[in-house]
């Protein structure tokens, strides 16, 4: 299958400052990507839809101004976690549509641990 | 409110015993069903999905699950589990003609001993 691949897999991180975690689809377009969010013993949570070229839609009690999402091209979105804080801690995990098949492919998660 | 409950968190399982892990949904319409399974130290891979037609569907490793639209449930089978199985499995629902995002289940935990 198709593989999507993010970037950093673990990061740490001090209170206040801001994260990068980057999603790419290496061998597929990408038009759509999701973002979710599990926690320990958790479910994944979707967090929000990113279509390329337009802004993301967030779901319900996320802040947007807090996790900054860009979809910038068709192969590579990203999600920015600004001014974090230790109840941010969690594990990142995007996802890309495939084109052709409306099949979702994920990556294998990034870790976050604010200290 | 839409919901998806795996009923089992944690299984611990012999070598070629059977699996059924229980998914259930609550939703107002169609739907698309889907498992998932998350390898240790590995991403979600698809194990296998319902959208339409034959409601037992067989997927790769030798599962398959069973819709049953009149009880809500999409459980997971396999007939003989390896060591190899061992795994987080999750449910996904989403709702036809409403985008591609899928709303998870909490997943089950599977440990299958030699």
């Known amino acids: 299958g198709a593989v999507v691949s993010q970037h950093p897999s673990w990061v740490i991180c001090k209170s206040g400052t801001s994260v990068k975690i980057e999603c790419r689809s290496l061998d597929f377009q990408a038009t759509t990507m999701f973002w979710y969010r599990q926690f320990p013993k958790q479910s994944l949570m979707l967090m929000a839809t990113s279509n390329e070229g337009s802004k993301a839609t967030y779901e319900q009690g996320v802040e947007k101004d807090k996790f900054l999402i860009n979809h910038a091209s068709l192969t590579l979105s990203t999600l920015t976690v600004t001014s974090a804080h230790p109840e941010d801690s969690s594990f990142y995990i995007c996802?890309?549509?495939?084109?052709?098949?409306?099949?979702?492919?994920f990556g294998e998660g990034s870790r976050l641990t604010v200290l | 409110a839409q919901s998806v409950s795996q009923h089992n968190h944690h299984v611990i399982l012999s070598e070629a015993a059977s699996l059924e892990l229980g998914c259930n949904y609550s939703y107002g319409g169609t739907v698309n069903l889907f498992w998932y399974v998350q390898y240790p130290g590995q991403h979600l891979q698809l194990l296998l999905k319902?959208?339409?037609?034959?409601?037992l569907v067989k997927g790769i490793k030798g599962f398959e699950a069973e819709f049953i639209k009149s009880k809500f449930s999409f459980n997971l089978r396999k007939p003989s589990v390896q060591w190899s199985d061992t795994a987080e499995y999750f449910c996904a629902v989403n709702a036809r003609n409403s985008g591609y995002a899928l709303n998870f289940g909490k997943g089950t935990s599977l440990l299958v001993t030699p």
């Open positions: 996802s890309g549509l495939g084109q052709n098949t409306g099949e979702l492919f």
């Open positions: 319902y959208f339409s037609g034959d409601p």
